[in-house]
Nanobody, 121 residues
């Protein structure tokens, strides 16, 4: 089992920045990837960014060049740096972890409680 705790959300003006943190605990040795998802009101949850245990990253097209995912293995923490924020980035952001693969793809079975990011225009 893996436990995830997010922090760092808040209210920011358009063009501003935030950094989200996700601290992992439990069976962290089994984690093969971690990701950040978001869900806006009335919309489906979507993958924002992910990072594998090997350090490979991928991003949603809508955030490329503005968001950066990184990790600190010593602290068992993954970060999401959000720059040049837009009102459409407003959502609840969730941290997720995978400890298994299905057809080579990480399966995010563990979730944090979510943190609200609100971007005002």
């Amino acid at each position: 089992q893996v436990q995830l705790v997010e922090s760092g959300g808040g209210l920011v003006q358009a063009g501003g920045s935030l950094r989200l943190s996700c601290a992992a605990s439990g069976s962290i040795f089994s984690i093969n990837a971690m990701g950040w998802y978001r869900q806006a009101p009335g919309k489906q949850r979507e993958l924002v960014a992910a990072i594998t245990s090997g350090g490979s990253t991928n991003y949603a097209d809508s955030v490329k060049g503005r968001f950066t995912i990184s990790r600190d293995n010593a602290k068992n923490t993954v970060y999401l740096q959000l720059n040049s924020l837009k009102p459409e980035d407003t959502a609840v952001y969730y941290c997720a972890a995978s400890d298994r693969l299905l057809r080579g793809e990480p399966q995010f079975d563990y979730w944090g409680q979510g943190t609200q990011v609100t971007v005002s225009s």
